[in-house]
Each structure stands twice: as structure tokens, then as C-alpha cells.
């Protein structure tokens, strides 16, 4: 069964220290892993997804498959980082729902 | 360009009243989803369909049903509404083929009193 483990509820960092969100994933397949982020009382969006190995917004998230991880890291955090995050894994074909963790909310402290 | 679009943002029923919440999308995609989001629970699949005339049950459908009218619309709707479903839901659409991101709606906020 899929499964994700986000472990940590809650992250609070000071503005400009590193940020590093956990993001655990269990599945005997070949996975697809995402990072969405909720800015207060808005939507999911899409962040980053494995597939791209792109920065968006300075977050990086590299995928190991030998530690099954996904984390999500940012050198410098901004107070506008400050958001509910939530990694999601599926399955290689698209259609078939994704799985969330249970999101760990990151806040900034200027 | 739209996305998803969820109706109402809002609402308010009293125990054992019934309403559809409706979500339609634009982008032409095969798979619709419904989700609940609860604090400290994340984002837990209700329903969702695959493509148009199919649905499946997700990890907690109880007390739920969907419709998936037609390719662009797939409706949840709270038969007896209960107090354990003060929630909000999310609609999402996702296309075909391998890493195709979900699309969110704005959310619909439900409370049952």
C-alpha cells in the first residue's frame, strides 16, 4: 500500500536559517512524488515534482530512492515561506488518485 | 482558463440535512477526486473517478456519495449530514500519463452543527 509520513507537524524557523521538511513514502513501485503548498485559507498548488529537478521559489526536493525520501529544502527561508506543506506520491500512471501525508505546517519568524 | 471550480465556498447544515457540493474542471482531464482536509489529519481521498461513468471509493467514503455527471463535473453529496463531517473539501482534477500534477479547487468549507 502507498503510504507518506510527514513527521513533523509543525516547523518553525528563523528568517534566513535553512529549512529542511520531511517527507517519507512508502511504495514497491516506481514512484511519483510532489510537493504542494497552502498559503492561509487558499488552495493546493503544485510546487515541485520529482520528475523536474527544478528550484521553484529556491525549495529543492532531490528523491532517494534508497532511503525512500523526497525532503524539501530551502537554503534561505523567507517570512512568505510561512504555509502548510503537504508531499504527495503516486502511482506512474496518472489516473489513479494521489496519497498525502498529513502536511507540516512551516512557519518563519522575522 | 478556469481549472476547478468548486460550489458553495460556505456552509452551514444542521444535523441530518442533505447538499451537494458540485465541482466542475476545464482542462479536459479523465480523473476527478474528492478530498477532506482536517486538522492534523491531511488531506484524506473521499471518492474519486477515474474517468467518466466510473467512481471508487477512497479511504473514507462513508456517509458519502458522488456523481460523475459527465466528463467536466463530479458532484459529493452528504445524504444526512453529521457533525464528524465539519470539514473542507477539496476537489481535484488530474490529467493522463506518467507525473501529471492534481488540480485543486478553492475548497468548499462544510459545517455541520
Known amino acids: 500500500a502507498q503510504r507518506v509520513t510527514q513527521p513533523e507537524k509543525l516547523l518553525s524557523v528563523f528568517k534566513g536559517a535553512p529549512v529542511e521538511l520531511k517527507c517519507n513514502y512508502s511504495?514497491?513501485?516506481?514512484?511519483?512524488l510532489f510537493w504542494y503548498v497552502q498559503y492561509s485559507r487558499q488552495r493546493l498548488q503544485l510546487l515541485l515534482r520529482?520528475?523536474s529537478r527544478e528550484s521553484i521559489k529556491g525549495f529543492t526536493a532531490d528523491l532517494n530512492k534508497g532511503e525512500t525520501s523526497f525532503h524539501l529544502k530551502k537554503p534561505f527561508a523567507q517570512e512568505e515561506d510561512s504555509a502548510m506543506y503537504y508531499c504527495a506520491l503516486g502511482k506512474h500512471s496518472g489516473n489513479t488518485p494521489l496519497v498525502f501525508g498529513k502536511g507540516t505546517r512551516l512557519s518563519v519568524i522575522a | 482558463n478556469a481549472g476547478v471550480t468548486q460550489t458553495p465556498k460556505f456552509q452551514v447544515l444542521k444535523t441530518g440535512q442533505s447538499m451537494t457540493l458540485q465541482c466542475a474542471q476545464d482542462m479536459n482531464h479523465n480523473s476527478m477526486y474528492w478530498y477532506r482536509q482536517d486538522p492534523g489529519m491531511g488531506l484524506r481521498l473521499i471518492y474519486y473517478?477515474?474517468?467518466?461513468?466510473?467512481?471508487d471509493k477512497g479511504e473514507v467514503p462513508n456517509g458519502y456519495n458522488v456523481s460523475r455527471l459527465n466528463k467536466r463535473e463530479f458532484s459529493l453529496r452528504l445524504e444526512s449530514a453529521a457533525p464528524s463531517q465539519t470539514s473542507v473539501y477539496f476537489c481535484?482534477?488530474?490529467?493522463?500519463?506518467?507525473?501529471?500534477?492534481?488540480?485543486f479547487g478553492q475548497g468548499t468549507r462544510l459545517t455541520v452543527v
Open positions: 511504495y514497491s513501485g516506481s514512484p511519483e
Open positions: 481535484a482534477s488530474r490529467g493522463a500519463g506518467g507525473n501529471t500534477e492534481a488540480f
Open positions: 473517478s477515474a474517468s467518466e461513468g466510473t467512481t
Open positions: 520529482h520528475i
